[in-house]
């Protein structure tokens, strides 16, 4: 079974904070990561996406990613009360098609 | 010029009847995929397609069938349908040779 693990959240942050997501996987064959914000009653919208260790910067959006730990993340800076969405972590492994998503991190910025 | 369209966007019909979502895309992508999110916001891969033919057929009931009359379009037809298949359905669409997959805007089907 390949999981894909997320904290439900809600996680609060204020606004102009710092939002930290995190994302553990257990498919040791993952290759691809992304990152999708989904806003409530709307299609998954996809952020970032990831390939190789490191850090990864587009704006104000930055993925990290440690495939030793098996660990992917993403930093929110100077967060918006419009960055408030579900943020889904989605894996893909080389001998697959799809993506396995995680259950996605609830994110409330608070004015 | 949306890049994945799904028709209906609202679905609401009685347990045992059979219904039909199409899905579109306009990107020029070889690979299309049907997900469902659950009640818990839980989005699971059903199927997918590439140029037409199956490669993904998660387990999922039988009364689910895709059809795909070409590479631009991706449909899922549902026979007898029952309370738990109420839920949103997602087209998405990619190339096969890259991973990023791009969502329709979702099918919200409710079976009383």
């Known amino acids: 079974q390949k999981e894909v693990e997320q904290n439900s959240g809600p996680l609060s942050v204020p606004e102009g904070a710092i939002a930290s997501l995190n994302c553990t996987y257990s498919d040791r064959g993952s290759q691809s990561f992304f990152w999708y914000r989904q806003y409530s009653g709307k299609s998954p919208e996809l952020i970032m996406s990831i390939y190789s260790n490191g850090d990864k910067e587009d704006g104000r959006f930055t993925a990290q990613l440690n495939k030793a730990s098996q660990y992917v993340s993403l930093l929110i800076r100077d967060s918006q009360p419009s960055d408030s969405a579900t943020y889904l972590c989605a894996v893909k492994s080389n001998s697959g098609y799809a993506l396995n998503f995680g259950k996605g991190t609830s994110l409330l910025v608070t004015p | 010029d949306t890049a994945v369209s799904q028709t209906p966007k609202y679905l609401v019909t009685q347990m045992g009847n059979d219904k039909s979502i199409k899905c579109e895309q306009n990107?020029?992508?070889?690979?299309m995929y049907w997900y469902k999110q659950d009640s818990k916001k839980f989005l699971k891969i059903m199927f997918s397609y590439n140029n037409k033919e199956l490669i993904i057929n998660e387990t999922v009931p039988n009364r689910f069938s895709p059809k795909s009359p070409d590479k631009a379009h991706l449909n899922l037809h549902i026979n007898s349908l029952e309370l738990g298949d109420s839920a949103v359905y997602f087209c998405?669409?990619?190339?096969?040779?890259?991973?990023?997959?791009?969502f329709g805007p979702g099918t919200r089907l409710t079976v009383l």
């Open positions: 998405a669409s990619s190339r096969l040779t890259t991973d990023t997959q791009y």
């Open positions: 990107l020029g992508h070889d690979t």
